[in-house]
């Protein structure tokens, strides 16, 4: 998880993933998914602009048709890559960015980012496999009630008491 994105595309009836990784120190032993393409594109920091066209050049190259991003960070990677290759880009929210370290300001500048660019993206799926509703319910019912649902579309997947009314789960 958060160490590398997803770049995929149809294949028959099914799809095809590869990983285009970013921070290859953990993820290429991490993964799950052993025998799906690793591209190792890492980054020299994290505002190095190259590795987001090297990733859009991957996109085109293999013929990949979506990008999946599930950090900040490869949220940035992602944006700019989907925005470069003319595919769609898909984001998992997995918790609040603005409480992920101990680094204020850096959540803080995290957090802005991640607002900024998940605006521009095509689909945005929320994440949360715990039933205590400390763990983020009041934003998503806040979500469920204030979406504009003629400009987004927003799903969301785990569990959460009592269900939406207007959010796909």
């Known amino acids: 998880k958060g160490w590398g994105q997803g770049v995929c595309h149809r294949q028959g009836q099914g799809f095809e993933v590869g990983f285009a990784c970013i921070k290859p120190r953990k993820f290429p032993a991490a993964r799950q998914s052993q025998n799906s393409p690793l591209y190792t594109l890492p980054m020299r920091g994290k505002w190095d602009l190259r590795t987001p066209r090297e990733v859009a050049r991957l996109v085109r190259d293999e013929g990949y048709s979506l990008i ?3 950090t900040p960070r490869s949220l940035l990677v992602g944006r700019i890559a989907a ?3 003319g595919v769609p880009l898909v984001y998992h929210v997995h918790s609040p960015t ?3 370290s101990t680094r204020r300001l850096q959540n803080k500048i ?3 980012l991640e607002l900024r660019l998940a605006r ?4 945005l799926i929320a994440v949360s496999w715990s039933d205590n509703p400390n763990k983020g319910a009041a934003v998503y019912r806040w979500l469920d009630a204030n979406l504009d649902r003629g400009r987004y579309e927003f799903t969301f997947v785990g569990r959460i008491q009592g ?3 207007h959010i796909r789960h």
């Open 68 to 70: 999946h991003a599930h």
């Open 83 to 85: 925005s470069l290759a």
């Open 98 to 100: 603005g409480r992920d």
């Open 110 to 112: 995290n957090a802005w």
């Open 120 to 123: 521009r993206c095509t689909r």
């Open 163 to 165: 269900g939406f009314a």
